[in-house]
């Protein structure tokens, strides 16, 4: 049986509840690296969205930040970041979300991702557009890089965070404005949105992704890998969203700041 946004939806508040009730207080940070957190509020929201999925979808895959790949039936593929935004999140500053996208035959359909302290539900099913609560949202038509404010993560792997500075270095030359929000979902809403107008990043995972590159693609921006291509999705994962105009652009950038970087 396939979910429907509205599914997803409950899903996505449910778990963004649980987010706001816990913001703010004290927690207990566990270290998986020497800088990536998680908090009990990260284990809560994904034991929650887990047992929601199998109670209504047993026997569906379930790909997560926190446990890894739950097995079952890879027609029906979960990805969840139960908090997305965990430094934000840990440090009592917003910007975090509940994200969750639903891939069909291995094609993403479905994707919720919730922001508890905005109550801004952006969501997308394939074909129909894109939406933040009940309105239709698009991209931006920003297609000059002087006039884009544009925004990007850094993983917490040392190698990416070399990387990186490499192009924030070029584009924060190149560009209006840069911004790190410290939330790869929320990113990708707010390219669809039309709040920012450029998004990359080095490396990522898909349950970053999934549902925000619908959305985002829904909203009309072209989202593909850094090298243009379209398996974004696939690990290593990396990414480039911003609409097709300013994407060439920036696409072109980061293969002149990848050649420095062999040089
Ligand atoms: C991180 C955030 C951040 C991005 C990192 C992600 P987390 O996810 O999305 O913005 O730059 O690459 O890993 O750890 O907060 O779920
Ligand atoms: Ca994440
Ligand atoms: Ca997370």
């Known amino acids: 049986m396939h979910p429907t946004i509205a599914d997803l939806q409950s899903f996505a508040r449910q778990a963004g509840e649980l987010l706001r009730e816990g913001y703010g207080r004290e927690h207990a940070v566990h ?25 209504r979808f047993p026997g569906h895959a379930i790909l997560t930040e926190e446990s890894g790949r739950h097995q079952g039936s890879e027609d029906h593929l979960w990805y969840l970041d139960p908090l997305d935004g965990t430094t934000n999140f840990a440090h009592g500053l917003p910007g975090f979300a509940v994200s969750i996208g639903y891939a069909a035959a291995g094609e993403v359909r479905l ?27 698009h991209v931006s038509a920003a297609d000059d890089l002087l006039q884009s404010l ?37 990113d990708l809403c707010y390219i669809a949105a039309g709040r920012l107008d450029g998004y990359w990043e080095v490396l990522v995972y898909p349950w970053d992704l999934a549902a925000g590159g619908l959305i985002a693609s829904e909203a009309g921006a072209l989202v593909t890998t850094l090298q243009g291509g379209a398996g974004y999705l696939t690990p290593p994962c990396s990414i480039l969203a911003a609409n097709p105009a300013l994407h060439a652009k920036m696409r072109v950038e980061l293969a002149t700041s990848d050649q420095a970087l062999g040089a």
Not at 46 to 52: R, S, T
Not at 162 to 179: A, D, I, P, S, Y
């Open 31 to 55: 270290h998986k690296g020497r800088i990536n957190l998680v908090t009990e509020v990260d284990r809560r929201s994904e034991e929650l969205l887990l047992g929601l999925i199998r109670e």
């Open 111 to 137: 994707g919720a991702i919730y922001d508890p302290l905005k109550d801004e539900m952006f969501w997308a099913e394939r074909g129909q557009g894109a939406w933040l609560n009940d309105s239709r949202v």
């Open 150 to 186: 544009l925004t990007t993560g850094f993983a917490y792997e040392d190698w990416v965070i070399e990387t990186n500075l490499k192009h924030v270095v070029r584009f924060r030359r190149l560009c209006q404005g840069l911004r790190m929000l410290g939330s790869a979902a929320l």
